[in-house]
């Protein structure tokens, strides 16, 4: 049994969860592969094709072009108003250095839009060019063969921190207003023009993926989740759907019971009973863009893991012309099992129904529960759904490999439809 991850994020699948039971031996061989059932998978217009820039008149090559396509100069001139008026409203104040003595702050100077570009300039430095001290950025002793001289001709060290310390997003607050602002809020508004605009200079291309990600924050915040097997073990977690890893849509997360995904469509959890995390697909994929769907019916293929995919979900996706494919685990995490019970009791819709949602199919669990190590390599079984409009999979690799699709059957070319099946499940 692999040992459990110490963790505050309840959507983590922990390493147990396909530990196979004592009294679950394989007493008998496994069953051979037998002759797939007949399916229809969604039909999804050919060609495939690759998300591209869709640009307006700018020059491809010019990299400041393309970062003043997202950070306009109205938008950093907004940016310049509110961090001048949080600085008025927050004036420094005298302070005692580590000998006791009274300092007096210098005064703070309005900042600009160019000064704000200069300053965002700055910081994405620092992040392609890390250093363990701040102040390794304005002295002239190189270190580990790097030169900041980009920073020192063009900003200096203080005025940085200045920025850096009074920098807001949104309008600030009266100091006297006590009311509690998660930073969802703070940054919402900016948050939608940037999403418009992400979405409005790429045009997407086939294969789209779901996924969470997490954007490092170390500071104090309720909100950040910590996750040790994760590249960025700490941060605030993120819902996206990206193409060839450029994010499209996002929603935000919220830590604690009863919260989640910020924002999220209530009509997929009560009116249709997903859970939060399987609400959070079909809330990204359908979004709309000047009145029309963003991702257009029998367009685009979604490549899930396992803490989203199920039968009901991608029925679902079918029914909106979304093709999907992904892993699956056979068990439930904690929180869809609370969300799943918390339904049941609430909705009277939901209440009168005593079968749980169809899980994979039964045999197929078991080749991996039980027979997995029996099994040899590329050896391929199939399943449908009750209602026929999932294919469901089991397939040996290292080890059994269980996942659904509503777009491919497995008959054509066995081999090459494997490849491109794991090697999309693997992004």
């Known amino acids: 049994m692999g040992r459990k991850r110490s963790s505050n994020d309840v959507d983590l699948v922990q390493p147990d969860q396909y530990v196979v039971p004592k009294n679950k031996k394989a007493k008998i061989p496994p069953p051979e592969p ?32 393309l970062f003043k396509l997202i950070w306009t100069d109205g938008l950093l001139e907004e940016l310049a108003a509110h961090t001048n008026e949080y600085a008025r409203l927050h004036p420094y ?22 000064e ?52 807001h997003i949104s309008f600030p607050k009266d100091p006297d207003d006590k009311t509690k602002e ?3 809020d703070k940054i919402a508004t ?38 040790p097997s994760k590249p960025t073990p700490e941060g605030f977690k993120i819902w996206v759907v990206a193409d060839q890893g450029y994010i499209l849509d996002w929603l935000w997360h919220a830590k604690g019971d009863k919260k989640g995904p910020v924002d999220l469509d209530e009509y997929w959890t009560k009116d249709k009973g997903f859970s939060k995390t399987q609400a959070v697909v079909l809330d990204l994929l359908l979004q709309e863009l000047d009145g029309k769907r963003y991702f257009h019916r029998n367009k685009h293929i979604v490549w899930l893991d396992n803490l989203f995919t199920s039968v009901k979900l991608l029925h679902q996706l079918r029914e909106e012309g979304i093709g999907a494919a992904g892993t699956v685990r056979t068990t439930k995490t904690r929180r869809e099992v609370v969300e799943e019970w918390d339904a049941k009791c609430m909705e009277p819709a939901l209440r009168s129904k005593k079968d749980p949602p169809e899980q994979i199919d039964r045999s197929l669990a078991d ?61």
Not at 42 to 63: K, R, S
Not at 93 to 114: C, E, H
Not at 371 to 396: C, N, P, T
Request: no cysteine; hydrophobic share 35%.
């Open 182 to 184: 998660s930073p969802f």
């Open 190 to 227: 900016l948050s939608d023009t940037i999403r418009d605009r992400f979405r409005r200079y790429w045009k997407p291309g086939t294969h789209l993926a779901v996924d969470e990600t997490i954007v490092r924050f170390t500071g104090r915040a309720f909100e950040t989740v910590n996750i």
């Open 367 to 427: 080749l991996k529960l039980v027979h997995s190590s029996q099994i040899e390599w590329g050896k391929l079984y199939g399943r449908l759904s009750e209602d026929r409009s999932v294919m469901e999979f089991a397939w040996k690799d290292a080890d059994v490999v269980l996942f659904m699709s509503t777009v491919d059957s497995g008959k054509f070319t066995k081999n090459k439809a494997l490849r491109v099946l794991t090697s999309y499940i693997a992004r």
């Open 93 to 114: 104040r005298k302070y005692k250095d580590k000998n006791r003595k009274v300092r007096t702050p210098r005064k703070w100077k309005p900042t600009s839009a160019r």
């Open 34 to 65: 037998w002759p797939l059932p007949n399916f229809d998978p969604l039909v999804i217009d050919f060609p495939y094709t690759d998300g591209a820039p869709n640009l307006p008149h700018v020059d491809p090559t010019d990299p400041l072009a």
């Open 116 to 167: 704000l570009l200069t300053f965002l300039a700055v910081t994405i430095h620092m992040g392609l060019s890390p250093e363990r001290d701040i102040e390794e950025y304005w002295t002239t002793t190189r270190k580990r063969g790097v030169d900041h001289f980009i920073v020192r001709e063009n900003m200096g060290k203080n005025r940085w921190q200045q920025i850096d310390s009074k920098l």
